[in-house]
């Protein structure tokens, strides 16, 4: 069985600072793990993915999202926020069969 | 591109009606998935198909079923629409294989009054 946790349902930085949004997952068998976003009023988008080869995986619009197997963590960062990148990220797993969705958190930029 | 197109954008439909949402992908992707959005939850899996005429139930297939009579085209059903079945709806595809990605639909938002 595997499951996603989001740490933080909201998360509010400036334009300019770094973004980090948590995600922690629990898999039996070695994960896929993605990140995908949703901007208001539409469906979600990939922005990036992690597949077994390369622990840090570079995504769209300035994200990474680095694979710590040992923290079972998946954490997605841009060193810098822009007004563009408020919406909702969500991260997933993917374990034997089903892609399983964490909660979501909201991203919040201030001016 | 990839599309997954979704019929209805938005719905209201009443306690006890019958309601159909259909999904068409455009990919030949084997794989296609039902899932419901609701704040706070996340997505939650209702039902998935890796095949024409295959289903599996989901997280959350209580009251909902599925038809995938053809590759592209993946429907969900609710028999007899209740109010805690307002939602919205997303409709996905993805190849075959753990490494392939979902492509979403723009979601179905339905109200049942």
């Known amino acids: 069985a595997q499951s996603v946790t989001q740490l933080g349902s909201h998360v509010s930085v400036s334009e300019g600072a770094l973004v980090l949004l948590r995600c922690n997952y629990s898999s039996s068998v070695p994960p896929y793990l993605f990140w995908y976003v949703q901007y208001p009023n539409q469906g979600l988008q990939l922005l990036l993915k992690y597949t077994s080869a390369a622990t840090l995986v570079k995504g769209i619009n300035g994200f990474e999202a680095e694979f710590k197997k040992s923290e079972t963590s998946f954490h997605l960062t841009k060193p810098s926020a822009h007004m563009s990148d408020a919406a909702e990220y969500f991260c997933a797993v993917r374990g034997a069969s089903k892609i399983i969705f964490g909660s979501g958190t909201r991203l919040s930029i201030r001016p | 591109d990839v599309k997954v197109t979704q019929s209805s954008r938005y719905l209201v439909k009443r306690t006890g009606e019958k309601v159909f949402l259909e999904c068409v992908q455009d990919m030949d992707h084997e794989n296609m998935f039902w899932y419901r959005q609701d704040p706070g939850l996340g997505l939650r899996l209702i039902?998935?198909?890796?095949?024409?005429?295959?289903?599996?139930?989901?997280?959350?297939?209580?009251?909902?079923?599925?038809?995938?009579?053809?590759?592209?085209?993946?429907?969900?059903?609710?028999?007899?629409?209740?109010?805690?079945?307002?939602?919205?709806?997303l409709c996905a595809s993805s190849w075959g294989g753990r490494g392939g990605e979902l492509f979403f639909g723009e979601g179905s938002r339905l109200t049942v009054l």
């Open chain 2, 47 to 89: 039902y998935f198909s890796y095949d024409v005429k295959m289903k599996e139930k989901g997280d959350i297939p209580e009251g909902y079923s599925v038809s995938r009579e053809k590759k592209e085209r993946f429907s969900l059903i609710l028999e007899s629409a209740s109010t805690n079945q307002t939602s919205m709806y």
